[in-house]
């Protein structure tokens, strides 16, 4: 039995293991009661716009003979204000009284211009707006939209060019970073000049094999050491997707960093040394820790298992380093490789027809694209090409499935990153539904404030030269694609970022002490805002090894994409072993490998959703004492 295969059961909602392509009554009944809701909110609203003019229009009164001919004299009366100098030519003004004024003033009340023009002030006054309607995507821009999300054998598919973020995961010193860099420099992304310049650079610190990691570690910090801490962010294009290109740390004390990459991913890169003692190393299998907590040895396997309890369904897994094995590409070495992870990704609810295996040298750059000339000369190539028939890494990449993404929803952004220029605050993020155009109104929570969204910025992979952010809707230096241009041509989408989007935002009227990272963006409607709590319930997946068990009052540390606080189970509701038809109700101890109902307090208000609402925040990670020890969702947010 798989000791881990219970985190298949937490994601029943999942787009790739339960979304079926050629049934998607569900996803559509869904959008159905979302379109009713909204019909009955936008009905309401009409019939108290019409209440209130009724209440409005009076009727209009007949005058008597004798009440126009008074106003007729107070029309003529007018007052001399004196004589002009050098002259004997009085000038009168007309002056009108009271009576005049408050009937001027109650026409200009009453004509239908002046009211359309006052409510639609009203509606562009965004950083203060008390709609009850947030922003809509017109029907027939979201059908256009659907094609984002369409299987490559649909005929709809790849109409315009999906986005998908692809997160680089493994064990420490793997090549993860260096692989980046080589995916960056073959895809000309970067120029091989700066290669130079970091060759040069990395050789007076005694670190010359490390110049292409250089693309992704930028902090002087990580240069010196040769250990990612940070998630470096890159943009890179293929032919058939663009691609956030998230480099999570490998090194056990920086998991929390791995996990906000992870948590922001659609699909993954898995690298895996061929070396002989590294695989072995990374993959090594778990002991338990002193501290109670699940410590699952080799940091491939905690990566496999945490990145699939947070949302990626896909992946790619790189055996890097094969020319340094002994002997160097043989197919032997591979083919054990891959059987060994191979079953372990299936045990953790990954599905083989997701998963590809691609030997690669991030190195050399053999098979990481085509490359004809190499490969008739370098001797890597030739020893690859005698039993390899696969595809290169860029392929398999092409490979991937477009992923699902709710345009209808709410929006929500997740902020990575704050700073400040001036008056305006600048924040990166992640849209992960909805969509946000420059000019709306957003409220950030959970300080409650509201802003402008000013500026909106969509990441793209650009030239070297060039800024990874561009104005949403600029066709700006060259780099544009097709899909950019149908975005554009579509004028409801200018200036628009989408789910789905790394975005780059300029906020106006909020203070930059008031954001910082883990804090939601959305739409300042009371209707659409996420809730804001503290306790909740949730299924939860014990990892198998855990010397000390989990009782009442355990105090863990609770991690959501970039966030994590202390918090406490304060109730076991429920516990079910592999293979047990019936839950246990009120355990007194949850033990390893188990699948339980909790009750979790944090100790401050956070942002939090149920899993059916939105993906991104109804997931979470327990740790403690350094090890991860449960993957949960969020069933119910509970008022306190």
């Not at 240069?223 to 990612?228: F, H, N, P, S």
């Amino acid at each position: 039995m798989s000791r881990h295969r219970n985190i298949r059961n937490l994601e029943e909602d999942d787009y790739y293991d339960d979304y079926d392509y050629d049934d998607e009554d569900d996803y559509y009944l869904e959008q159905q009661r979302e379109k009713e809701r909204k019909a009955k909110i936008e009905a309401e609203r009409k019939a108290k716009v019409n209440q209130a003019k009724q209440l409005q229009q009076k009727p209009k009164q007949v005058k008597t003979p004798q009440q126009q001919s008074t106003n007729q004299q107070k029309k003529a009366s007018t007052t001399k204000l004196g004589m002009v100098s050098g002259g004997n030519k009085g000038i009168s003004i007309a002056v009108p009284t009271d009576s005049t004024k408050k009937t001027s003033i109650g026409q200009s009340l009453n004509n239908p211009s002046y009211a359309q023009t006052k409510a639609i002030n009203n509606s562009n006054n965004n950083s203060n707006s008390n709609s009850n309607n947030p922003p809509e995507l017109p029907a027939h821009i979201l059908a256009k939209l659907r094609s984002l999300s369409a299987t490559p054998s649909d005929s709809t598919a790849q109409t315009l060019r999906s986005h998908l973020s692809l997160v680089i995961l493994g064990h420490v010193d793997a090549g993860k970073s260096t692989l980046t860099g080589r995916l960056l420099l073959s895809l000309n992304h970067v120029s091989s000049r700066l290669l130079q310049k970091y060759q040069r650079e990395s050789a007076t610190i005694g670190k010359s094999s490390f110049a292409l990691a250089w693309f992704t570690d930028e902090d002087d910090a990580e240069r010196e050491r040769g250990v990612t801490v940070d998630v470096g962010t890159k943009f890179i294009q293929t032919e058939k997707f663009d691609f956030t290109v998230l480099d999570a740390p490998g090194h056990r004390d920086f998991v929390p960093n791995m996990i906000s990459g992870a948590a922001a991913a659609d699909c993954g890169l898995l690298v895996v040394a061929a070396t002989t003692g590294e695989f072995e190393a990374g993959f090594a299998a778990a002991n338990c820790g002193v501290a109670g907590a699940a410590s699952v040895g080799g940091q491939t396997r905690e990566h496999v298992i945490l990145s699939r309890g947070l949302g990626v369904s896909q992946l790619i897994v790189a055996v890097n380093k094969l020319d340094a094995a002994e002997p160097p590409w043989e197919e032997g070495r591979f083919e054990h490789i891959k059987s060994q992870v191979l079953a372990f990704l299936l045990e953790n609810g990954f599905k083989e027809k997701r998963i590809l295996f691609v030997p690669v040298s991030g190195l050399t750059g053999v098979n990481v694209s085509n490359e004809k000339r190499k490969e008739a000369e370098e001797e890597g190539w030739k020893l690859l090409r005698q039993w390899y028939k696969g595809p290169t890494l860029i392929e398999a990449l092409n490979a991937f499935v477009p992923a699902k993404r709710e345009f209808e929803k709410p929006l929500r952004l997740i902020v990575n990153d704050v700073s400040s220029e001036g008056k305006m605050v600048t924040v990166r993020g992640r849209i992960v539904q909805g969509f946000l155009r420059a000019g709306d109104g957003v409220t950030v929570l959970p300080v409650g404030d509201d802003a402008c969204a000013i500026r909106v910025e969509r990441g793209k992979a650009t030239k070297e030269s060039d800024s990874p952010y561009s104005s949403v809707g600029s066709r700006g230096n060259g780099q544009s694609t097709s899909a950019e241009m149908d975005l554009n041509d579509i004028t409801e989408l200018r200036n628009c970022a989408l789910a789905g989007d790394t975005v780059e935002c300029g906020l106006s009227g909020i203070d930059a002490a008031r954001v910082s990272p883990g804090c939601v963006i959305c739409h300042p409607q009371q209707l659409v805002r996420p809730r804001i709590e503290r306790k909740f319930e949730a299924r939860v997946m014990v990892m198998e090894h855990l010397a000390v068990p989990i009782i009442r009052g355990s105090q863990v540390l609770f991690h959501m994409h970039s966030i994590d606080v202390p918090a406490v189970l304060n109730r076991l509701m429920t516990s079910k072993k592999r293979g047990e038809a019936n839950a246990r109700s009120n355990p007194r101890v949850l033990t390893g490998g188990v699948e339980a109902t909790v009750e979790i307090t944090l100790s401050e208000r956070l942002v939090l959703e149920e899993y059916s609402e939105c993906k991104s925040l109804g997931r979470f990670v327990l740790r403690r004492g350094g090890d991860t020890i449960a993957i949960g969702l969020i069933e119910k947010v509970i008022d306190t």
